[in-house]
């Protein structure tokens, strides 16, 4: 089987994009550039790897076998120049993250200064739902992955960073508003906007709801921070929110926090990679980057 290393890369960018057009300008190639080098690869593998249903390229089970074989690979030589860069002294290459959306409201400071840092390194970052970064982990398609619930069922390096608490919101003029060390039974009554089944704000706040033997009435399931926090301004109900989704830069004047007995949630974030991963020179560099930030927003915070 003669197969070359461009006509891998360029089948991983037909995979990742879904379609050749894409892939093209993902390439800085041609689209017939593209199509001949696909169909070289199918010619030499001797079986079909894709198969195009209306605009979109879909892979077939040898496909997805190759795209696989082909990450790894691209992943094993990205590292090796990695490595090679390493022994001159230098901190360049791609860094892939990965990460839940309500991580969106810190990790750009992270990247921001990490880039000042080491303007050598190219930054990809994926920002997903927890289910969306579950299956790019399972996959290995990232160096990194952030989350605030891991995964107990997977063999993980896990690394605790940085407080996640979790504070329950309510539009400025409810009638709890200021008032001191609320029961949560007193909130018996109220409605409540809740994250979608599965997030990690959603999973941490059943659980804790449930130890107190509360059941909130759930009026909406949203996907996102922001639709929960214009929905609680909007008089729809209460939630649990990241303090990091309440931005400290542009407050919010038309919700409140609720000073309920046992809030705020305790929570954390977290980075992790699969356990026997070999993480990257610049990886590493980042893990410890992160630290160094943590370390300094922590003893800062109030």
Not at 74 to 102: M, N, P, Y
Not at 152 to 172: K, T
Not at 187 to 195: P, W
Not at 267 to 296: C, N
Request: hydrophobic share 45%.
């Amino acid at each position: 089987m003669n197969v070359t290393f461009r006509q891998l890369r360029v089948f991983l960018a037909v995979a990742e994009q879904g379609s050749v057009t894409a892939a093209a300008r993902v390439c800085h190639v041609t689209q017939p550039t593209v199509s001949m080098l696909l169909k070289e690869l199918s010619e030499s593998v001797g079986l079909p790897l894709y198969e195009q249903i209306g605009k979109r390229l879909h892979l077939t089970q040898a496909g997805e076998t190759l795209a696989k074989t082909a990450r790894a690979m691209v992943d094993e030589w990205a590292a090796f120049e990695q490595q090679i860069d390493a022994f001159k002294g230098l901190t360049r290459g791609r860094l892939r993250l990965a990460v839940v959306s309500t991580a969106k409201y810190f990790v750009p400071d992270l990247l921001g200064q990490f880039c000042a840092q080491y303007p050598d390194a190219d930054i990809s970052l994926e920002v997903l739902n927890r289910d969306g970064v579950l299956e790019r982990l399972m996959d290995n398609r990232d160096d990194l992955y952030i989350m605030s619930q891991p995964p107990d069922q997977l063999p993980l390096i896990r690394h605790e960073f940085l407080p996640n608490r979790l504070v329950l919101i309510a539009p400025r003029s409810h009638r709890l508003a200021g008032q001191p060390r609320l029961d949560v039974k007193m909130l018996g009554d109220e409605r409540f906007i809740a994250r979608e089944r599965g997030s990690g704000t959603r999973m941490a706040s059943d659980a804790w709801f449930a130890s107190k033997g509360f059941h909130p009435l759930i009026r909406l399931e949203l996907g996102s921070n922001e639709a929960v926090k214009r929905s609680v301004a909007a008089g729809m109900g209460l939630a649990v929110v990241s303090e990091h989704a309440l931005s400290q830069h542009h407050p919010l004047e038309d919700v409140v926090v609720l000073d309920v007995e046992g809030f705020p949630i305790k929570s954390s974030w977290w980075t992790l990679y699969p356990s026997g991963k070999r993480l990257s020179p610049l990886a590493s560099v980042f893990l410890e980057h992160i630290d160094a930030m943590a370390q300094r927003w922590y003893k800062n915070r109030p």
